[in-house]
Nanobody, 112 residues
């Protein structure tokens, strides 16, 4: 079955760090397309957090620039989102996306 599987979410204090993972299960050429991370907070629209192209070019949303880093591991069919200096405003469900395929989401909660 072709699917994106996210992991790594949790509860963290402000200023803390988390690393999310997105693995392409059943996708032989997982990184042949751009992989994106989106997030959606309660009552808000889904927003783009970061993206990485097959050539490892990256882009970031303004609110996470300088704090988050997206990277990929072709051997593991996985894309990571390293999140540092987390703020309460980063609390959301984070989704991995590849073309029209979406993961189930992983909850990130930043709270003291």
């Amino acid at each position: 079955q072709v699917q994106l599987v996210e992991s790594g979410g949790g509860v963290v204090q402000p200023g803390g760090s988390l690393r999310l993972s997105c693995t392409g299960s059943g996708l032989v050429f997982f990184r042949m397309n751009t992989i994106n991370w989106y997030r959606q907070a309660p009552g808000k629209q889904r927003e783009l957090v970061a993206g990485i192209t097959p050539a490892d070019h990256t882009n970031y949303g303004d609110s996470v620039q300088g704090r988050f880093t997206i990277s990929g591991d072709n051997a593991k069919n996985t894309v990571y989102l390293q999140m540092n200096s987390l703020k309460q405003a980063d609390t959301a469900v984070y989704y991995c996306n590849r073309r029209d395929l979406w993961g189930q989401g992983t909850q990130v909660t930043v709270s003291s």
